[in-house]
């Protein structure tokens, strides 16, 4: 899997004086399911309307599938996007949105659209807005996954389920992924939730990508050292912490390095809550650049 | 990791587009609401104007049959018609006038709100068609359908109008809030009302307030066109003869012409010369005129004497009744590549303006 699924270099987008992202620089492999995590205003569906083609950038370039532009023909064919809130025709019945869905797309597997609308028992002739917020997201999915995607972004889709809803919705995506191969980019400002499904992370805080790399390397390449508060400042030197914790006499140290350390201090692996959390509260790297200089 | 991405087979670099007649079912199926309720509403209206139509039109026929017109039968008829048929016709004239600013606004401001207000555009234009098909196709099928009904209702409307045209004095196709009622301008004006409708509705976001700026913008070019574009068309003649453009030689200007007939032109400005054709001067005019009558008052002079007393010619800039169809045209022409630019522009902002 050496094709890129999304690919970014220095994107950024300014809405008038303020930048709601700047110099964000991605490359995604195809087949991972991506969390993209940080708190509201972190520039999340900043990322995600460029990516789709909602917005443009004011800096920088993107491209998806490999080749494509964001908002071409070829990206708009091989992406589908449930925006936050999964917004659907309220007026419309589910069986309607199915056709609707068809006729706007070349590809559409009414089929199977059917088939796992009828599995998630939504009845075909309810109005959209009359279901239920989870059922709405289920329609929503079920018609971006009907479109055979090659990449699928959710916005926030799990903001508004209950925790029941949540596990299907999540279930369903991880179904998607494993049947179709469909690549995933989930936006939430929770990690929890995306834990144990996601492989790939991206956190995102105040308008700047904090950390991005698959789980797994992420995990490896960080550890937490534990050792006597007096020798802290030679390691925080050292090693450049993402963050600090006193805790008294001890203090930790989450370092991203698998350098040596002196007998006195202690290593231990840090799970993922703890890293994003880290790299979300680490102070903004522009600020440290411009100290450098 | 660039040269991987490069060297990557590309199967499908450029795929066939969504073919545009599938946004047929998804216009239909979306503004079902308008698409019915426009026809709806005009058809009804048409049925009540074509009854009150024949109406007029019965009236007007025994009217210009009844002899001898002095008779006091004869005069009861024209009185019923200059009053209680005039009073319908006139009334729905100036109702017509509302068309245009009504279907436009309500067809076209939501077009695009809804889907801002409401946040579906963010599922609309991620779609395989692409926001540029999706957003023509709309702009094209709701246009033509609001600029077709509109035509046809007031193509309606002109039949039911015609006798007035003949029985009213000063009456003129020319007239004003009676030549933006006929097809060409009138279905011209409605496309464009749709188009700024749809164009503040991506601006504005939000739909009454799309409709209401829609709805001031429509009122400020139409008071830009009739109060002065419509002067400058390139259709106006020039005369000094009283008769052409309907004032009387023998009685005084300001007397009415009274021809009953629909042929008097539009008189757009006078002005005097003198004998050796330059313009005459305020004090010249003030004499010429102060021989016209005072107060009701029976003239000493009729206005034709007393500038031939003077040797000063009056001229008039004016429209004949027959460039009415050019008028049409001209004004149905520019009103119709504005609304194009406006559609064009909407489309633009659709691509570049999304989120």
Redesign the interface.
Known sequence: MNLSIIETAGLGKRYGHSWALRDCTLDIPAGHLTALVGPNGAGKTTLMNMLVGLATPTAGTATLLGPETPGSSAALDGIAFVAQDSPVYKNLSVADMLHLTRNLNRTFDMGNARARLAGLKIPLKKKSGKLSGGQQAQLALTLALARRPQLLILDEPLAALDPLARQDFLSSVMTAMADDGVSVVLSSHALAELERVADYLVVLAEGEMRLAGVVEDLLAQHRILTGPSAEADVYTKRLSPVQVKRAGAQTHLLVRSDGPIGADWESAPVSLEELTLAYLRAPATRAIDKEAA | ?TT???A?P?P???????PWH??V??TW??HRPTMVTIPTVLGALAIFLWIMGLRIHHDWSTLIGCHPFQSNACQALNSSFNNTDWSIGNTLDILMNLGPALLGAFAGGPLLARELE??????????????RR?TVAKLVLIGVLVAGAAAAFSALFSWFFQPFLVQQPFMTPLANGVFGNRPVTYAAWTLLVFTVGACAGMLIRRIVPAILVTLGVYTGLQLLTRLVLFKSYPVSLVTSNPSVVGVSSTLSSSASAASGTSNLPWTLSTWYTTRGGTPASQSLINKVLALEPQNGQQPKYTVAQALAHYHVTEWWRYIPVSRFWPMQFIEGGWVLVLSILIAVATVWLVR?R??
């Open positions: 990791m991987l991405t490069v990557q590309r499908q670099t450029a795929p066939r587009p969504v599938r946004m079912w998804v199926r979306q409401t946040g579906t555009f963010r599922y609309a234009w991620t779609q395989g068609i692409g926001r999706w570049h999304a989120a």
